[in-house]
């Protein structure tokens, strides 16, 4: 699709490639099938909802490219096997619940032991634990925090 200052976009409309600032390249919306809309246009600011549906202002003057990101059926593909899998360069995972203590807070126990509480390798909450700072100066151009 054509890529356009998105104060130039209408409003509704499907965009993909989605700069942040000027000129810095498409940072949002990239992945095979996604999309955003432009929502609204106020001063020198346009509000987009991500595909994450998080509703989000950027500067007018970002390019963004007018359509989805093509190959939507790219979530649909069966590798089959694990060699197809290792082919692509990925390799197999452990499970948690199989390491040693040394290895994982999941790790450990006596006989098949469940895993406990959901934990990254690091000890930090694998599940609905927030990780942005509050902080963070860019967090006034969220409007609306994504639905869990």
């Known amino acids: 699709g054509n890529a356009l200052p998105m104060n130039e976009i209408p409003l509704g409309t499907i965009i993909s490639c989605i700069e942040l600032r000027p000129g810095q ?16 246009k106020e001063g020198k600011f346009v509000t987009i909802k991500l595909p ?9 003057n970002c ?19 694990a ?6 360069g990925r390799r197999p995972r452990t499970r948690p619940v ?6 994982h807070p999941m790790g ?4 098949r ?14 599940k609905g634990y927030r990780t942005r700072s509050k902080t963070k100066d860019t967090n006034r151009y969220i409007i609306e925090r994504r639905k869990k």
């Open 113 to 126: 032991a469940s895993g406990g509480h959901p934990r990254s390798k690091n000890g930090i909450p694998a």
């Open 98 to 103: 199989a390491m040693n203590p040394v290895d």
């Open 25 to 40: 390249g498409a940072v949002m919306a990239r992945s095979a099938g996604t999309f955003a809309q432009l929502m609204a």
């Open 108 to 111: 450990g126990g006596e006989g």
């Open 83 to 88: 060699g197809r899998s290792r082919w692509l």
């Open 52 to 60: 994450s549906g998080e509703t989000r202002m950027v500067l007018g």
């Open 63 to 81: 390019l963004a490219t007018v359509g989805a990101v093509s190959n939507s059926d790219h979530q649909l593909i069966v590798s089959g096997k």
